[in-house]
């Protein structure tokens, strides 16, 4: 469900976040596996947008683009998006 709705879904080089909500949410938070292993993905939208990822952050670490990488995929991963 995750995948369509709040725009979770696997890719090829890794956990592609790009979530389509609606604008007057704050923020959610879902935990999803992925390769067996445990996410926590926390998402802010402090400026009540639909969509578009400003920035990401997974276990601390400022990523590019909207692909959580495999390589820094760990047994309890934070992934941190903040949208447009």
Not at 8 to 15: A, C, E, H, S, V
Not at 20 to 44: C, L, N
Request: overall charge negative.
């Amino acid at each position: 469900m995750s995948q369509y709705i709040l725009g979770i879904r696997p890719d090829y080089d890794g956990l592609m976040v790009d979530p389509v909500i609606p604008a007057t949410w704050d923020s959610f938070i879902v935990t999803r596996r992925f390769q067996g292993k445990e996410m926590e993905i926390r998402v802010t939208n402090p400026s009540h947008v639909s969509s578009g990822v400003r920035s990401m952050e997974v276990n601390g670490r400022a990523v590019e683009g909207n692909i959580v990488p495999v390589g820094l995929i760990v047994p309890r991963t934070l992934v941190e998006v903040e949208l447009k």
